[in-house]
């Protein structure tokens, strides 16, 4: 009995149950149900098995079902959930590096452990001679271990994770696709599928929209991934489609920016080295089809998407008012450390109800000077010199989808949710990073 257990939390079909259970809490709108189903399958996975990968389908989802965390916080809840799998992690740990000690193999921090604590350094130093904060430090440590913790579980503790992590990015990201469409069509009926959801709310639980269209960007690209000379291509071909119609849909300008020519570009390979061209190509033909239609039949849908995507400084980021601008001010109050993540001063220009003494620049570099200053953002060079050094000479058929993936969400940190502003964007490609580690150096990439 323990044993079919076992399986069950090892296997893929975990994810797409484990995602639509939590999806039902969501929409019935029961959020410690869902908060409790999610952390008991993070422990048991941690407790029961010894590839523990389905930890990432529980932990870079959750985020998605869970009450906002600013407007309906459930903090006790949270601790005590966190409390007890931090526990299981470290029980996790101990009964695989003693089963390798007995198997005489082989533990690896891994390659980015130093550049991570370049990283950390920056994050720990960023505000400290500004606004230092006792608790705030304490957060941003509990967050920079947690970060080094995924990466070395997922180095050591999982298998074919590359693999997995491409069917939960697809799976991740058609349940995140259903939240979008329920809530528009809760809000506006049918008519609601072509219109910026949630009469403009543009949060799903307690992530907004750009990180929302951020996973469904990983999922495009790894549709078509799965479906790269497969003799089912062009259902692949289908569910990339149904993505991309999803962006189009939200109207996140960054991402949109970045996931047409993904698109296009990925659907141009798989139809070059496609089994079923015909069915392919028409696949394509239909979306292509279908997008004009819904854009030239349906004016109310073109006025949207001007208003939404073509109209200048709506984010308020640019300008002399706007949050870049106050951004770079707070920089040159401290140049060397900055001035932290958290503005004690008072609110932040252009920031959401709820976390308005948030720093958050809507683009990377931006972010670590104000954040980091100069010394920061000197380490989290290093940082990224490593994470890129990585990726580049580790070249091989698996990691080319998924090199793509991390460069994909690296872009969207240019003008829009950088890495900076949210823990699961900066933890998932090292997670990526891990499963390129992992790879196997016979298989090259042929294209």
């Not at 089963?99 to 720990?124: H, Q, T, V």
């Not at 497969?230 to 300008?253: E, H, P, Q, S, W």
């Not at 580790?394 to 940190?413: C, D, R, W």
């Amino acid at each position: 009995m323990l044993n079919k257990v076992k399986e069950y939390f090892e296997s893929i079909i975990f994810i797409p149950i484990t995602l639509l259970m939590a999806y039902l809490f969501w929409v019935l709108d029961l959020n410690t149900a869902m908060i409790l189903f999610l952390a008991v399958n993070t422990v048991l996975i941690l407790l029961l098995c010894s590839d523990i990968k389905n930890i990432f389908c529980t932990i870079f989802y959750c985020s998605f079902f869970i009450d906002d965390i600013f407007e309906n916080p459930a903090w006790v809840l949270y601790g005590i959930c966190i409390g007890i799998i931090i526990a299981s992690f470290i029980y996790c740990i101990v009964k695989n590096v003693l089963k390798f000690k007995r198997e005489n193999k082989k533990i690896s921090f891994g390659k980015m452990a130093i550049r991570l604590l370049f990283a950390d350094i920056a994050f720990l130093m960023g505000g400290v001679f500004y606004s230092f904060d006792f608790i705030t430090t304490l957060i941003v440590f509990g967050c920079c271990f947690a970060t080094y913790l995924l990466y070395f579980l997922a180095r050591n503790f999982t298998k074919d994770l590359w693999q997995y992590l491409l069917k939960l990015f697809v799976i991740g990201a058609s349940v995140i696709c259903l939240q979008v469409f329920t809530l528009n069509i809760k809000a506006n009926g049918i008519k609601g599928i072509f219109i910026f959801y949630v009469t403009g709310s543009g949060w799903i639980g307690a992530q907004n929209s750009n990180v929302a269209m951020i996973y469904v960007l990983m999922g495009l690209i790894s549709a078509f991934a799965l479906g790269y000379k497969n003799k089912f291509d062009y259902l692949f071909v289908l569910v990339a489609g149904l993505f991309m119609g999803t962006i189009l849909v939200v109207k996140c300008r960054c991402v949109l920016l970045i996931s047409i020519p993904a698109f296009v570009s990925l659907a141009i390979l798989l139809l070059i080295k496609s089994k079923n061209k015909l069915y392919t190509g028409f696949m394509l033909i239909a979306f292509l089809i279908a997008t004009i239609c819904v854009f030239v039949f349906s004016p109310g849908v073109i006025q949207q998407f001007k208003a939404r995507v073509m109209t200048e400084n709506t984010s308020g980021r640019t300008g002399p008012n706007g949050l870049w601008s106050w951004c770079l001010e707070q920089f040159n109050n401290s140049k060397l450390f900055g001035v932290g993540f958290i503005n004690k001063a008072g609110e932040v220009r252009w920031q959401r109800a709820g976390a308005s003494k948030f720093i958050l620049a809507h683009n990377t570099v931006i972010q670590w000077l104000c954040s980091l200053g100069i010394f920061g953002t000197v380490l989290m060079i290093v940082y990224y010199i490593g994470k890129y050094k990585t990726v580049i000479f580790n070249f091989t058929k698996p990691s080319f989808f998924i090199s793509f993936i991390l460069i994909a969400v690296a872009l969207t940190g240019t003008f829009d949710q950088a890495a900076a502003m949210d823990f699961f964007v900066f933890n998932m490609p090292l997670t990526m990073i891990a499963s390129i580690e992992r790879r196997d150096k016979k298989e090259k990439m042929k294209i």
